[in-house]
């Protein structure tokens, strides 16, 4: 197989991604919220995994290395998520290699 036909690994592939990172964050994350939800889908569906679990079994989130995907923001039964749009300029910048 030659490079060319090579697969790319997810890992591969998010390597590709650069981020220009706005200090204003374009996702909010009402945390309180996240304290009444059992399932926390969030942990789950982020393809940039940047929902975690503290020590004590609070979310924690980093909206820096955001893909923009939207997914966290669906997949939130609680509606703890307010998600938009980086301002002009800011937010992924996908290469395809």
Same mark, same amino acid.
């Given at each position: ?6 697969? #790319?690994? !997810?890992?591969?592939? &998010? $390597? &590709? ?9 374009? !996702? !909010? ?9 059992? &399932?926390? @889908?969030? &942990?789950?569906?982020? @393809? $940039? /995994?940047?929902?975690? #679990?503290?020590?004590?079994g609070? !979310?924690?989130? /980093?909206?820096? *290395?955001? #893909?923009?995907? *939207?997914?966290c923001?669906?997949?939130? @039964? /609680?509606? $703890?998520?307010?998600?938009?749009? @980086? ?7 996908y290469?395809? *290699?």
């Open positions: 197989m030659s490079n060319v036909e090579k697969k #790319l690994s !997810i890992e591969e592939r &998010l $390597a &590709l991604v650069v981020f220009n990172v706005d200090e204003e964050p374009h !996702i !909010i994350v009402d945390v309180s919220k996240c304290d009444t939800c059992d &399932l926390k @889908p969030c &942990l789950y569906v982020c @393809p $940039a /995994n940047l929902y975690t #679990l503290d020590e004590n609070k !979310i924690q989130f /980093n909206y820096e *290395g955001c #893909l923009e995907c *939207g997914s923001r669906v997949a939130c @039964p /609680n509606d $703890a998520v307010k998600w938009n749009h @980086p301002r002009g300029g800011f937010g992924v910048q290469r395809f *290699g």
